[in-house]
């Protein structure tokens, strides 16, 4: 192989991205997909505080008292928590809940130890974004296309048919990928993060006293003189903030400075005038109360807003999309769910991926909870408890990775009781919506949740039920060295999950037609607890005997395996391999529950049998050649 080929191996084999873009351009980029979600929330967070069962009157003292709320909710939670205290957290690089449980080794933890329950709680806060993925996209596109019948009240009639529409492609779509449009999503949202100011202007020069919402005694009158009916409106209040987990989740892409000046700069004061807009509205007229975010513009505008309004929420849908995607490809790769089959949209960009099955139970939970909701103030009932009790968890989670990585513990703790107090008095809040709507993420992560249970218990019983068919690898090298097989031409390639064993494929042949291929490869492919995995550390060789080797292609949990070109980098062993001579043995286990054990583990049993059987062939996980490909049957006892 030329040097040049290697070096462009080594180059396309390293993800991370060592170019360095003007900090302006990033953090536009940085505005467009991170800032999506929570930059949209002006549609409906202030709104709902007085509309629905809810809701209160629209009084000088409420509204300085809710404006004063989200100002503060804005300050601690998003800036304080997450930008500058969680951000520092990251897992080579990238954020998330994952990599929050990736950082505390949870792989190393045994049932019942500490350790091992902060991994269940950060599962069950990545669960709960499963169900935040269908309510964001529904609840956003719906409060924007509301915007029609503002004007005309004809319209509201067509508002759900017109969202579904909406959703519908927007699903569609996602099989093609954002890289040819994401460019677009900085620059829209940059608009909009104007105009969400400009309009908030507006609105503040009708009612300059409103600013008087920048004390915090507003909002500690507004809790204290409310009682139980205020606790619930904070419920409302927290829609503000939803969103912020992005800014974590994205900073593998962007990196800290971008992500930190994109809301410094723009999207916080235009998120804060925008607020204190609409409250000035409704001070100066209570009866825009109804819909303070449209009333802000002028007459002809209004249509353009609605446009513009729902460009943004489809990019805020497409940012949630994505990031439930790269979030299921995480847990894949850790082992907490089974396989599915992902695709790479783009040959450059890793976090390019589609994910079919998932891409369609989004949209049909997303379009069901449309029809079932109608609007986006019953909407807004369901959201905010999933991402409260995320934000709880990863609170939790930051501690201990703060104190494994010897940070201040005083400070850390101190902050993290701060942010405790205020994340917990939103989870309380959120829990009043419970039976208005707050059960649907609670039941989707739940169901998640099990089912990462229930394939994370089956692999373990799987290993302990068939411990006693596994060959040690030194035995089956003892064995060739006393009597060597018939040796025929060829590479031969045994993917296995286990390094110290035997491959199933290799022991099948020896039973049936002891053969030896003059190259035989012991394949192994590692994800490790990292992200990223670059091309000069991908590969470990070790030769065992002669003609037989183990090689270990090694994969960060953000990255796609492609073993052909793995392969290719043994290259600088002396390994040369000639694709048309490779032949990759495969073994198809299929899984066979044994005995009557108890109800619940036969059921368990049972669910998982049926989900190992039907997840994609390793040729789609580890990009194998189908026709180099031969694929051996075993039966696995559970």
């Known amino acids: 192989m030329k040097a040049a080929q290697m070096n462009d191996i080594l180059v396309n084999n390293n993800t991370l991205d060592e170019t360095r873009r003007p900090l302006a351009v990033t953090a536009l980029a940085a505005l467009g997909v991170v800032y999506g979600d929570i930059g949209t929330s002006p549609l409906y967070a202030f709104k709902l505080a007085f509309n629905g069962e809810t809701a209160i009157l629209a009084t000088h003292d409420h509204v300085l008292g809710v404006l004063s709320l989200i100002f503060w909710a804005l300050i601690v939670v998003v800036t304080v928590k997450y930008l500058v205290f969680v951000l520092m957290a990251d897992n080579n690089g990238e954020g998330g809940i994952i990599a929050l449980v990736a950082l505390l080794n949870p792989w190393m933890a045994k049932s019942g130890t500490p350790?091992?329950?902060?991994?269940?709680m950060g599962l069950f806060g990545a669960a709960l974004l499963f169900g935040d993925g269908t309510i964001t996209p529904a609840i956003?596109?719906?409060?924007?296309?509301?915007?029609?019948?503002?004007?005309?009240?004809?319209?509201?009639?067509?508002?759900?048919?017109?969202?579904?529409?909406?959703?519908?492609?927007?699903f569609s779509v996602q099989r093609y990928g954002t890289a040819r449009i994401g460019s677009l999503f900085g620059p829209v949202m940059l608009i909009w993060f104007l105009v969400l100011g400009l309009m908030g202007i507006k609105g503040i020069l009708e009612e300059p006293r409103v600013f008087a919402a920048l004390m915090p005694g507003h909002a500690i009158n507004f809790l204290f003189n409310n009682g139980l009916l205020g606790f619930v409106v904070l419920g409302t209040v927290f829609l503000a903030v939803t969103g912020a987990e992005a800014l974590y989740a994205d900073i593998g892409h962007f990196g800290r400075v971008p992500i930190r000046a994109a809301w410094l700069v723009v999207a916080l004061p235009a998120l804060v005038l925008n607020y204190f807009g609409q409250g000035a509205g409704v001070l100066a007229n209570p009866e825009n109360a109804a819909h303070p975010f449209y009333h802000l513009s002028p007459d002809w505008a209004h249509y353009p807003l609605v446009g513009l309004a729902t460009l943004a929420t489809i990019i805020a849908s497409q940012a949630v999309i994505s990031g439930v995607f790269s979030l299921t490809r995480q847990a894949i790769l850790l082992g907490q769910l089974p396989r599915i089959k992902i695709l790479q949209t783009d040959s450059q960009q890793?976090?390019?991926?589609?994910?079919?099955?998932?891409?369609?139970?989004?949209?049909?939970?997303?379009?069901?909870?449309v029809l079932g909701f109608r609007?986006?103030?019953?909407?807004?009932?369901?959201?905010?408890?999933?991402?409260?009790?995320?934000?709880?968890?990863?609170?939790?989670?930051?501690?201990?990775?703060?104190?494994?990585?010897?940070?201040?513990?005083?400070?850390?703790g101190g902050l993290v009781v701060l942010f405790l107090i205020v994340d917990v008095t939103f989870l309380i809040a959120n829990s009043f919506k419970f039976l208005e709507g707050g059960w649907y993420p609670v039941l989707?992560?739940?169901?998640?949740?099990?089912?990462?249970?229930?394939?994370?218990?089956?692999?373990?019983?799987?290993?302990?039920?068939?411990?006693?068919?596994?060959?040690?690898?030194?035995t089956y090298l003892a064995d060739i060295k006393v009597a060597r097989p018939k040796t025929v031409a060829g590479t031969a390639v045994f993917p296995t999950a286990r390094v110290k064993t035997t491959p199933s494929a290799l022991l099948r042949i020896m039973e049936h037609m002891p053969v030896i291929h003059e190259t035989t490869i012991i394949l192994t492919v590692s994800i490790q607890d990292v992200p990223r995995v670059t091309g000069a550390n991908r590969v470990d060789f070790v030769a065992l005997a002669p003609g037989v080797y183990r090689i270990i292609l090694r994969y960060g949990f953000m990255q796609s395996p492609n073993v052909p070109i793995g392969l290719r980098l043994c290259a600088r062993f002396g390994l040369d391999l000639d694709r048309e001579t490779t032949t990759y043995f495969v073994s198809l286990d299929d899984v066979e529950v044994m005995g009557s054990p108890p109800l619940q583990k036969r059921l368990s049993a049972h669910v998982f049998a049926f989900l190992w059987r039907n997840g994609p062939r390793l040729s789609d996980l580890h990009s194998l050649p189908l026709d180099r490909m031969v694929v051996i049957g075993h039966r696995l006892k559970l």
């Open 350 to 369: 890793i976090g390019q991926i589609f994910i079919p099955f998932v891409n369609w139970v989004l949209m049909v939970a997303t379009i069901a909870l």
């Open 140 to 170: 956003s596109v719906l409060s924007a296309v509301e915007g029609l019948g503002v004007e005309n009240p004809k319209l509201r009639a067509y508002s759900v048919p017109i969202t579904i529409s909406i959703l519908i492609v927007l």
């Open 444 to 474: 989707a992560a739940s169901l998640i949740f099990t089912l990462m249970t229930v394939w994370r218990n089956g692999i373990k019983r799987l290993r302990k039920s068939n411990s006693d068919e596994r060959h040690l690898l030194e």
């Open 375 to 412: 609007t986006s103030d019953n909407l807004g009932a369901a959201y905010g408890l999933a991402v409260a009790t995320d934000m709880v968890i990863t609170s939790c989670l930051a501690f201990f990775v703060a104190k494994r990585f010897g940070w201040n513990l005083w400070l850390a």
């Open 115 to 120: 350790r091992y329950v902060l991994m269940i």
